[in-house]
């Protein structure tokens, strides 16, 4: 899940957010105040969009979904094999992709400068995958495909614009990426191994900090990371968050498991 506010007021204390409901295969946006019920204003079935319909069980276990555009775009993942960006105004994706069985996984998605997609698969294949989805937006088997690296526990990718870097982070490492426009590729230019200093390996949620650093999670808790320091420094010891979104003004959303890796319920920490 991901916090974001969108229209809100200065001093509002409304939070507005996107969610991924795994049960019913949706995403949905909703908006709650202090003391209040939740509110839900949006909802992107893929079932109802015409343009992913026929390939709407690539979207059942949605895993991720991150704001980007200033809350015009909603992108997600789901371990299904599926991954779009969909378009908040319409609630229609703009595009979509959708990896072959043998290639299933998608946990984590970015887009690239250039308009292709960054895809950190877990579960089926362990890689890093670069997709060309232009050409072809509602036709995934036409799309240029390209593996990129393997990528144990693919779980976390953002692009830095600041550094001109992908940050992808996998089981054991977190890589820093400088991303080849000429021959959709990638290579490494630096690599933590935070499975001893952050406790325990897992590594699972990845999250830029609006500071020129990251929120990474894992099984133990949330780290905070600084790519200049190198220092991954513990922020909340809590075991399992699944999803960290942080607000700098209005506080923190969480997610943490109640049922294996899924919850009936959100987490605001408030400043």
Not at 50 to 68: L, M, Q, R, S, T
Not at 149 to 160: E, F, I, K, R, S
Not at 222 to 239: H, I, L, Q, S, Y
């Amino acid at each position: 899940s991901a916090l974001f506010v969108l229209g809100a007021s200065a001093g509002s204390e409304d939070w507005r957010f996107v969610a991924a409901e795994q049960g019913a295969t949706n995403l949905v946006i909703a908006s709650a105040a202090p003391g209040s019920p939740l509110e839900f204003s949006w909802k992107w079935d893929p079932h109802e969009d015409p343009n992913v319909a026929k390939d709407a069980e690539a979207f059942g276990n949605i895993d991720e979904c991150k704001i980007v555009d200033g809350g015009r775009t909603v992108l997600a993942c789901a371990s299904n094999g599926g991954a779009a960006a969909i378009d908040v105004a319409s609630c229609r994706a703009r595009w979509y992709l959708k990896l072959a069985p043998d290639t299933a996984g998608p946990h984590s998605l970015e887009i690239l400068p250039d308009g292709r997609v960054a895809v950190a698969c877990s579960v089926g294949i362990d890689k890093l995958i670069f997709v060309d989805v232009a050409k072809h937006p509602f036709e995934p088997s036409k799309q240029t495909l390209k593996e990129v690296m393997d990528l144990p526990g693919g779980h976390g990718v953002v692009w830095d614009a600041k550094r001109d870097s992908l940050f992808v982070l996998g089981y054991t490492n977190l890589f820093e990426m400088a991303y080849r426009k000429d021959s959709m590729s990638a290579v490494v230019k630096r690599r933590w191994d935070f499975s001893q200093v952050a406790v325990d390996a897992h590594g699972h949620d990845l999250v830029a900090d609006g500071r020129d650093g990251y929120y990474m999670t894992n099984r133990t808790g949330v780290w905070g990371f600084n790519p200049d320091e190198g220092v991954f420094k513990p922020v909340m010891m809590r075991a399992h968050v699944k999803s960290y979104s942080p607000d700098g003004e209005k506080g923190i959303l969480l997610q943490i498991p109640t049922e294996k890796w899924w919850s009936d319920r959100l987490i605001v920490i408030t400043p």
